[in-house]
């Protein structure tokens, strides 16, 4: 008896055929033609044969222009807005509803300090110059008014002969912080004389006693505040 496989050989069947034939006689089901897998060179060529037909290389497609017969290219238009400025403390005219709105008021806040602060003297003691910086702002949150500010006072204090000098700090002069506020001293030279010290006010029992200099700048700083929250 011949076997199977032989008498294919013997049939000189093309090769193609024969492995088709041979995988039929192992396992009884026919081979599996593979899938012919396209590179992605034959892509490109492909993709530039068609776009040779309408005069164009696959890597100049952008280089595309719209015929006679497209649809004109429409041109930015110039809007005229009318921009109403808002009366001081009131919201501005696009915010009709009274919702989020952020207005700086840090230039007439430190202008205002300047001058309550700037030439404050007492028994003693007087304000020879101040530096102020900080922020403050009135906001608009859902139809109501907040104010908002944060500084830090730096001032330098002298007696009235100038025979004495001190430097005081505010660090914390804050919407959000109360009278007194917290005070650091850097005396001066022979400055720590117990006269200079009372006549300067530096502790806070003196402020609420309204005794020293410190305490009139803590009721210009009240009143400042009050000023503030009329805008």
């Known amino acids: 008896m011949v076997r199977p496989f032989l008498a294919v050989q013997q049939r000189q069947i093309p090769m193609g055929i024969l492995q088709e034939t041979v995988c039929c006689l192992h396992c009884g089901l026919p081979r599996k033609k593979k899938k012919k897998v396209e590179t992605s ?9 068609k776009g040779n037909d309408k005069g164009l290389s ?11 017969d497209a649809a004109p290219v429409a041109e930015p238009q110039k809007v005229k807005q009318s921009v109403e400025a808002s009366p001081t403390g009131s919201h ?8 989020w709105e952020e207005q700086g008021q840090k230039t007439w806040a430190v202008s205002s300090l300047n001058e309550r602060l700037e030439k404050l003297e007492g028994p003693g003691a007087k304000v020879k110059s101040v530096t102020i910086t900080g922020d403050a702002s009135i906001n608009f949150i859902r139809g109501k008014k907040k104010y908002p500010f944060d500084f830090k006072l ?12 001190c430097e005081v ?37 003196q402020v609420n006693n309204s005794e ?20």
């Open 58 to 68: 696959w890597y100049k497609h952008r280089e595309w222009q719209p015929g006679d």
């Open 212 to 231: 020293g200099l410190m305490a009139k700048v803590h009721t210009e700083l009240e009143a400042w505040i009050e000023d503030f929250k009329k805008r």
């Open 41 to 49: 060179e034959g892509k490109k060529k492909k993709m530039s044969e």
């Open 169 to 205: 700090e505010i660090p914390d002069f804050a919407c959000d912080e109360t009278a007194p506020y917290e005070m650091d001293f850097t005396w001066k030279g022979d400055s720590r004389e117990q006269k200079f010290k009372e006549a300067v006010g530096a502790s806070s029992k």
């Open 92 to 99: 501005s005219a696009w915010n009709s509803a009274g919702t």
């Open 154 to 165: 730096e001032f330098k204090i002298s007696c009235s002969d100038d025979l004495h000098q």
